[in-house]
């Protein structure tokens, strides 16, 4: 497989030209992926602040787990590389033994570290990357990124997933202005933390269908074909790479971070993490919170993407047989009481205190009114649904394709494999609730309004997607 070649002054320049301007500019300002682009890091830093006109320490953020690369301990080799070219004020996250949270309280400590620097380096995982997002939006600084692994791609993006009352809230913060990814440092990264990267961007076969899908029910203001292309164009080279990935192979590791580049630029310029980010990624944020509230561990966010995204494909074509069969003249839009107490029933369970359920209803009640509004619009979408029948097909995968390319892949394929496992009350729980935490229309939305999205269907979909994997369907 060869090397990818990454032209970001290429991409910006067909993003520009796109969707008659209706794109939001591309702020990720230089990218460098390849055999030792690590050792770029002095220039790239001395040329931010040089343009910046900016004096004063540069604060290098990462968290306490060891990270080794070619160039030893990464910590200790960005420090050293960094040490060229300015006074170096190390801000280290959590401890070796507990994961990070990018929630308010580290939020607030890692501001305080940065505060007088001129620019921060964030050297790790993507919820170190989304915290130094954060906090360079919250203090006006340059920021570079020392990608460690292929795990998500939320590097390249202008958000951060941030804990709001225990809820997994993307927020905008900012984009990077340089984002390094050195291939030797991805081959010597754990292989399921590449796996993770590969995994996620399977969102990219389901997801732009839920957003397609809002845009044409009015549940979003604009559906942009060119953002979703920036990463599906690459399907068939994913597909190529992914056998590579858990081999560590520098080509395939190199084509999945410039694929995951785009997966992320495309989010940041549609100004909504919709061509990436649908019901998948949303049972993903509901494990990752009932892991939290129960103070247990949770797998890698993409690992978690990838099995979540067997069964949103699974579920689009239960809603697609439905629709073809007249089903948006039978929606069924739910009372405000009757939706609230659905929402406060489904998170008081991990938060007591009711903060997580109030946090969730804010966010869906703002849903459920443009639902509400929507249904004097859906018979006129019911006559045209054949048009939009065929572009929905163009964009899914089915789950079959999901598996075998996740399995391709070394990735797991059921919740039970995820490490910890997941346990089918949580899973059953997730998948019943992921569309009533965020004002985000998805096929679980629509597939509760059309009645096919009770505690039975939920049932039958768990066993029908065990029964996918395990080739007996």
């Not at 509901?286 to 099995?307: C, F, K, T």
């Not at 948006?328 to 406060?344: P, Q």
């Not at 009114?369 to 006129?380: F, K, N, V």
């Amino acid at each position: 497989m060869s090397r990818d070649t990454f032209d970001l002054a290429a991409v910006k320049r067909r993003l520009a030209e796109a969707d008659g301007g209706r794109l939001q500019p591309a702020g990720l300002g230089a990218v460098r992926i390849g055999h030792d682009a690590l050792a770029s890091l002095p220039d790239v830093v001395r040329g931010l602040l040089v343009d910046r006109g900016s004096a004063g320490p540069v604060a290098l953020l990462s968290d306490a787990r060891p990270k080794l690369s070619a160039r030893g301990e990464l910590r200790y080799a960005v420090e050293e590389l960094l040490s060229r070219c300015c006074t170096v004020a190390g801000v280290v996250v959590g401890d070796e033994a507990s994961p990070v949270h990018a929630d308010e309280r580290t939020l607030d400590e890692v501001s305080e570290g940065c505060r007088g620097a001129a620019c921060i380096v964030a050297a790790g995982s993507g919820t170190i990357a989304d915290i130094g997002k954060a906090v360079a939006a919250r203090l006006g600084t340059a920021y570079v990124i020392v990608q460690t692994a292929n795990s998500v791609n939320g590097f390249a993006d202008d958000r951060s997933v941030l804990l709001v009352s225990g809820v997994k809230r993307t927020t905008q913060t900012t984009w990077a202005d340089a984002l390094l990814i050195d291939t030797d440092v991805l081959v010597g990264a754990p292989t399921r933390m590449n796996i993770s990267g590969f995994a996620d961007l399977i969102a990219t076969f389901t997801a732009p269908a839920d957003w397609y899908l809002a845009n044409v029910l009015e549940m979003d203001h604009f559906y942009s074909p060119t953002a979703v292309a920036l990463a599906r164009d690459r399907g068939a080279g994913l597909l190529e790479a992914a056998p590579r990935v858990p081999e560590a192979d520098p080509a395939a590791l190199e084509y999945v971070a410039a694929t995951l580049v785009l997966s992320g630029l495309s989010m940041g310029v549609a100004g909504t993490t919709a061509p990436g980010s649908g019901m998948e990624h949303t049972v993903g944020h509901l494990i990752d919170m009932a892991a939290m509230s129960a103070g247990r561990d949770n797998d890698l966010h993409g690992i978690q993407v990838g099995v979540a995204s067997i069964c949103s494909a699974a579920l689009w074509q239960h809603v697609l047989a439905a629709l073809a069969d007249g089903g948006l003249r039978r929606v069924r839009v739910a009372a405000a009481d009757e939706a609230r107490a659905r929402v406060i029933d489904a998170f008081t369970g991990l938060d007591p205190s009711g903060a997580m359920a109030r946090e969730c209803w804010s966010d869906y009640e703002r849903k459920l009114a443009r639902w509400t509004t929507a249904q004097g619009h859906l018979d006129a979408v019911a006559d045209e649904w054949a048009d939009h029948d065929r572009v929905l097909r163009g964009l899914l995968a089915t789950p079959r394709d999901l598996v075998a390319a996740l399995g391709s892949a070394g990735a797991p394929l059921r919740f039970s494999e995820l490490e910890p496992a997941v346990d089918r009350d949580t899973v059953r729980w997730a998948l019943a609730s992921c569309h009533l935490m965020r004002d985000r229309f998805s096929v679980a939305d629509l597939a509760w309004s059309l009645g096919l999205w009770d505690d039975r269907h939920v049932d039958d979909l768990i066993a029908e997607t065990e029964a996918i994997v395990s080739g007996a369907a």
